[in-house]
Every structure is written in structure tokens, then in C-alpha cells.
């Protein structure tokens, strides 16, 4: 089974996508930014569904971290946001991230499928080395 790693501040989201998910994914939830960049070095996932709006970092500054990180850059960074206005998902491809979900969720169907398409498609990717 992929492993999903869901960095989620928010209870109901967090059932929510449990619920979704759980038959298909071995998932791993993480209520903040700082949980999430130990855990996700610790026991590496094949996606990460990552909200935006979370306590103390949030998640474009996770990305960031993530994208620092040589062993986990390649890793699909899906964003999950509230934040739906015009331009946004744009602005958030723009930022490094893979892919773009809306909440709330309202489709079991796209959720699925954005996770599916980035979990075949993760292992693919080669991320350019900022290092050299
Ligand atoms: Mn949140």
C-alpha cells in the first residue's frame, strides 16, 4: 500500500479524508508543520496532501523545507486549501507545489484522482538540485 502522509490541523478535515482514503492508502495525519518535516524524514511518504493554512509555519513554508531537503524533494506535494479565489492555483503551481485541491472536499472522486495521478507519477519526477 502507498503511503500518504496528511499534514491537517483540522479534526473534521483530517476524518474527512481518513475516511476517503483509508481503503486505498496506509496514511500517516500530522497536525502541524514542525510534526510533519520530522515525521515525513523519519518514515518518507509517497505523496503528501499538505494544507496551507496551519499553526506557527504554514504550508508553503513546509514545501519550502521540503524542497530543501535532498532526500524528500521528490516527493508530490499536493496543496489543500481554503484559499479559492482566482489566480490561486496559479499562485500555488508557481510556488512548487505539484497540485492544488480545494476545500472543502467535496468529491471523493477528484481527491482520489489527484492523489492516484501524482502517486504514479512521483517515483517519475527529478527534482533540479538547488545544491550545486
Ligand atoms: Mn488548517
Redesign the pocket.
Known sequence: MKKIAVV???PDNQLLIQAILEDRYDIQFYNSGMEALKGIKKNPPDLILL?I??PEMDGTEVLNQLHADHDLRSIPVVALTAHAMAGDREKYLSCGFDDYITKPILSNRILISVIENWVQKGSELARPSNDS
Do not use: H, I, K, R
Open positions: 491537517e490541523d483540522n494544507d493554512s496551519l
